[in-house]
């Protein structure tokens, strides 16, 4: 069974930078042929998909926060990560790592709460 752990900080101040990563236990992050994804929940609104890493490495992201946001792994950990930068107010959400690609999301996180606040 895979299972997903995220893990970082609970508050960031605006115009800094999120740092979160995803550690995967019960599957490999470069053998399962699927994508790892960042989604995530502000307050009141749906889920939001922020952006994948495919088992090869690919990285796509949501138009919306492309211009802000990275993917990345350490596979010698079986982690991703998410890094969001110029943090806002807005961007306070529960965030969720999971397995799956087209909207077919067969394993989740618990959620981060990340709160952005001075």
């Known amino acids: 069974q895979v299972q997903l752990q995220e893990s970082g900080p609970g508050l960031v101040k605006p115009s800094q930078m999120l740092s979160l990563t995803c550690t995967v236990s019960?599957?490999?992050?470069?053998?399962?042929?699927?994508?790892w994804s960042w989604i995530r929940q502000p307050p009141g609104k749906g889920l939001e998909w922020m952006g994948h890493m495919l088992y090869d490495g690919r990285t796509f992201y949501g138009p919306s926060l492309k211009s802000r946001t990275s993917i990345s792994r350490d596979t010698s950990k079986n982690q991703f990560s998410l890094q969001l930068m110029s943090m806002t107010p807005e961007d306070t959400a529960v965030y969720y790592c999971?397995?799956?690609?087209?909207?077919?999301?067969?394993?989740w996180g618990q959620g981060t709460q990340v709160t952005v606040s001075s």
């Open positions: 019960g599957g490999s992050i470069t053998t399962s042929v699927t994508a």
């Open positions: 999971t397995r799956g690609i087209h909207d077919e999301y067969d394993y």
